[in-house]
């Protein structure tokens, strides 16, 4: 799924169900955002149905939040910035022009802690018409219609802000060696003084990205030199006792006389020579 640039989805002032976001929430849910604890999901409406089939199923989940200074107004405000993981249907329902705003449900006192955390995210088409609708029917209902809606009781939606998502590009593993090597030198960066420690630390990452390739190649050269060596030292033994005997055979026949005639008296009998008539 696409992973989006950071975009803002609350400014401190913003208010609700007669509940005002503040800077301190808003900072509270910067800093303790931990998908491995909760993950924060995107829906339509603030509704999230069980069924996997259903149009108002998860949309994609919040990645990671951080905090930035906007001018608002003429006024520094805090604005909370969301990174959001998107699913394949929210990137068309933008592109499409749907669901254009979101709407955070923030739980003020998160696992007892006493510190804002980020539940939800819910997208519509109706600028601030969550909260707005929040606060009229809460104000002359006994019972909240949206409390449904919630996860938590407690928990509050703010108003909604216009969002615009744009997609970070994927680098390969290539660009991001070169990204990192450039920055290393200097390159990717304002033109600062070359000097033999950036050359180093380059070389350095050019060698780390290639450590696991050579290693592997170094282990498999070794190996297969380490068969070989074993063969060649099996020939020259076996090939060492072959000369030997060789050269032992070659002393026994260098011994031995070839003329016949010469041949020795046969051994074995009782000595009686006798004579054939």
Known sequence: MPISKPFAIATEGATTDGRVITAEWIK???????????????NLEHYMSMMPDSVFGAYGKVVSLSTRFADILGEKKLQLMCVFDASDALVALQKAGQKMFASMEVNPNFAKTSKAYLEGLGFTNKPASLGTEIMQFAAQAKENPFAGRK??????????????????????????LFSKVKDLLGMGKKETDANFADISKAIEAIAQSQKEILDRFSGEVLDKFSVSERDIKTLREEQAKFAADFAALKETLGKTDGDDKNRGTATGGDGTITTDC
Do not use: C, H, I
């Open 151 to 176: 996860r938590n009781p407690e928990n509050l939606f703010t108003v909604a802000e216009e969002v615009t998502l744009e997609w970070e590009t994927e680098k390969s593993s290539g660009d991001t």
């Open 28 to 42: 509270q849910m910067a800093e303790t955002y931990d998908p491995k604890a909760y993950t924060a999901l995107g």
